[in-house]
């Protein structure tokens, strides 16, 4: 240590020690080697002090050295803990196996060789794909190879700098507690390193690729959702794709000769994986018109009426339209949720004449559009509302399916869409295969997707929707801001001029206005901020932190009767929203800050 840099504390040093004991990775070394050097105290307790946190959404965080983020050796770490766990749990674990699959940022492919070695190491058949997939593949292939668990490598839409470390359970949806806490502690029972090569993974007989085959049986399966295959290589709208620098381009072009679909046009600067995402700052296409700048372009350049578009990993799907006028729309998460269902619903029946609607379900989370659940009352389907993730979506769908009843279609309106019951979590590829023959079938027939949607409206009635967030970068600042909305147990029961006439708050212990025990029926945490309000005007708001961004996020919603105008619903909407704003989230005080645009 440089002799005028200042001592670091016994406690710092012997972080640092044990770091350096553990991590061969080179960089990552020098980074703690160079704070250590410099005697900066802080950025070593930031990045040493305390370890990346393993939950039901497995790892996420950003690349670089120290036992908060992700690296190497926290990704080997969480592979020891959760081989373990698995083994423990599964008599036949090691025979089952594991299947493990990567997106195309940096590192990703090197964490999902330490995983593979690392299970290779205690005797696990393991099916490592050889080359870049999207993750409904993984949820898929845990399926068609039954395998104990899966694994994904991949941040999903995050920034370039993040990366991720997603598992599934033996059922093929993401694993959901106790699972989590019971693998995050086997973690911590087993954080010495066991030494192995993730080089040899290529020539280790325990080592398989099953890409080809689970690719094709995929296509197979995703198949019973095309109903107009015959017609669709005959239908002319031409269909803008980007893949967001990610890695859907081979499945959804795969996904679209499946369902015998004319290939769409690829954005040439975002149809290749690129682990910096060069031309968007946020690749994520539910940011709207900026993140599908170059997609309505092209589409205005070879006069294609629709966009669509998979996040970095191809499990969230967005769509944009040029209307008459000229101008794109971008269809919001709950928009293109219920124009997929109606549509799936309406097909699958029409294929299924004999068909019990009671028989069939529909799953949102409860943060999503409630037009979904009127549709699925005035069609005779069942609907399941859960907590926000696919993860409890897809264990619900398994437990409907697994009592003989037919998933149709589940959402989240964080354009997350899983379409049947092909793999249990969303799926950006199939969703995207389905959304095109549902757009070429409306335009063979003399409509556009808008004026589809607005047919849905006055069946079902209209749904004004405004869902939006502020960044809190001091999340301890959350529990202070839900705080005063709780008013120590004496809920509010107004925001500005509207009545409040129920409450659910589903942060730990939990509350609920409208059961007899107060005690809510979904589930609580300890860990995520959640209140939604009811409101006598029949508004919905949902407050909650994010469990992976650095976000508070609101969502509203206000239904309108078939026929009422929908400009005065959307009116109402907007100016309860600013009394949130104003009074629940109050961004001025807590320094909350709006996004750029």
């Not at 949806?173 to 995050?184: C, F, L, T």
């Not at 990610?246 to 679209?256: D, I, L, N, P, Q």
């Not at 700052?281 to 997609?295: D, I, V």
């Not at 007899?516 to 909650?544: C, Q, W, Y």
Request: proline share 6%; with cysteine; hydrophobic share 35%.
């Amino acid at each position: 240590m440089s002799s005028t840099a200042p001592a670091l504390s016994e406690k710092t040093q012997k972080l640092v020690e044990q770091w350096l004991s553990w991590d061969k990775n080179p960089k990552n070394r020098e980074e703690i080697q160079t704070l250590a050097q410099k005697g900066d105290e802080v950025e070593l307790n930031k990045i040493l002090g305390k370890r990346i946190a393993f939950g039901t959404a497995g790892l996420r965080g950003v690349m670089r050295a120290g036992f908060a983020n992700m690296n190497d050796l926290t990704v080997i770490q969480a592979s020891q803990g959760l081989a373990v766990y698995v083994e423990k749990t599964f008599p036949d674990a090691k025979s089952k196996g594991v299947v493990i699959g990567y997106d195309g940022r940096h590192n990703s492919h090197d964490f999902a060789h330490w995983a593979a070695a690392t299970f290779a190491s205690r005797g696990f058949k393991v099916y490592l794909f050889g080359r870049i997939v999207p993750t409904p593949l993984v949820a898929f292939g845990v399926l068609a190879k039954k395998t104990a668990c899966g694994i994904m490598v991949t941040a999903s839409h995050n920034p370039k700098d993040d990366n991720g470390y997603k598992v599934y359970w033996d059922n093929g949806a993401q694993i959901v507690e106790p699972h989590d806490k019971g693998i995050s502690e086997a973690i911590e029972a087993n954080l010495q390193p066991w030494g192995v090569d993730p080089h040899s993974v290529k020539s280790n007989p325990l080592v398989e690729d099953p890409t080809d085959s689970v690719l094709d049986a995929y296509f197979k399966r995703i198949q019973e959702w095309s109903f107009h295959s015959k017609d669709n290589a005959s239908r002319d709208l031409k269909i803008v794709y980007t893949a967001m620098h990610g890695v859907g381009k081979e499945c959804a072009t795969r996904a679209f000769a499946a369902f015998n679909l004319k290939p769409f046009h690829p954005v040439p600067q975002q149809i290749e994986p690129h682990p910096d995402f060069p031309t968007v700052p946020f690749p994520n296409p539910e940011e709207g018109k900026g993140a599908l700048k170059l997609s309505m372009e092209l589409g205005d350049k070879e006069n294609a009426p629709i966009v669509i578009a998979n996040d970095p990993d191809a499990d969230r799907l967005a769509a944009a339209e040029r209307q008459p006028n000229g101008q794109w729309r971008v269809f919001n998460g709950n928009e293109l949720g219920i124009l997929i269902a109606h549509w799936s619903w309406t097909q699958y029946k029409a294929k299924h004449p004999d068909v019990d609607p009671a028989k069939c379900f529909v799953v949102a989370s409860t943060v999503s559009s409630k037009m979904l659940q009127a549709m699925a009352k005035a069609e005779g389907l069942k609907f399941y509302e859960t907590l926000t993730g696919f993860k409890w979506i897809g264990n619900k769908a398994i437990e409907e399916h697994n009592k003989g009843n037919k998933c149709i279609f589940c959402f989240e309106e964080a354009i997350g869409y899983m379409v049947g019951d092909a793999c249990w979590d969303k799926d950006g590829i199939r969703a995207a295969a389905v959304f095109g023959e549902f757009a070429s079938w409306v335009y063979a027939h003399g409509k556009n997707v808008s004026a589809y949607l607005d047919d849905l409206y006055a069946k079902y009635g209209f749904f004004a929707t405004n869902n939006r967030y502020f960044f809190c970068y001091e999340p301890e600042k959350l529990p202070l801001i839900f705080g005063e909305m709780r008013n120590g147990g004496k809920y509010v029961d107004t925001c500005g001029r509207f009545k409040i006439s129920s409450i659910r708050d589903l942060t730990t212990p939990g509350y609920d206005s409208t059961q007899p025990d107060k005690k809510p029926i979904l589930p609580v945490s300890r860990g995520t901020e959640m209140i939604t309000f009811h409101f006598e005007n029949g508004a919905v708001a949902t407050l909650r932190g994010s469990g992976t961004e650095p976000k508070l996020k609101y969502y509203t919603e206000l239904p309108g009767a078939p026929g009422v105008d929908s400009k005065i619903v959307e009116a109402e909407l907007s100016e309860l929203v600013q009394e949130i704003i104003k009074h629940f989230l109050q961004p001025e005080k807590w320094g909350l800050q709006k996004p750029k645009d």
